[in-house]
């Protein structure tokens, strides 16, 4: 099985930025679309942004764009996600997902994170 774990949550004020890692750990084999989905309490999980292997297809969902960034270095087989400009509305736990189809769908990443905190104090 494949394990991944997120870094680089926190606690920051509204305005300001983060940027998320995620990477695998332990044993693991190499997929080819990673994404993030977030969960805010009494929330359902929501889709954020993903990303497939070569980088040349990305998606955002609409409240994130312009704001938040997605890349990979596959060299390090990490993905990250700048946030910059950020909004009490983006607390929330964020996941990261892998999986091999370019998905908005929680159901087709069958490979997740723990989870890491952004918190956006008002």
């Known amino acids: 099985q494949v394990q991944l774990v997120e870094s680089g949550g926190g606690l920051v004020q509204a305005g300001g930025s983060l940027r998320l890692s995620c990477a695998p750990s332990?044993?693991?084999?190499?997929?080819?679309?990673m994404a993030w989905f977030r969960q805010a309490p009494g929330e359902e999980r929501e889709f954020v942004a993903a990303?497939?292997?070569?980088?040349?297809?990305?998606y955002y969902t609409d409240s994130v764009k312009g704001r938040f960034t997605l890349s990979r270095d596959n060299a390090k087989n990490t993905v990250y996600l700048q946030m910059n400009s950020l909004k009490s509305e983006d607390t929330a736990v964020y996941y990261c997902?892998?999986?091999?189809?370019?998905?908005?769908?929680?159901?087709?990443?069958?490979?997740w994170g723990q989870g890491t905190q952004v918190t956006v104090s008002s």
């Open positions: 990303i497939n292997w070569s980088g040349s297809t990305i």
């Open positions: 332990g044993r693991t084999f190499s997929t080819s679309v």
């Open positions: 997902g892998a999986g091999q189809v370019l998905s908005r769908r929680d159901s087709n990443y069958p490979y």
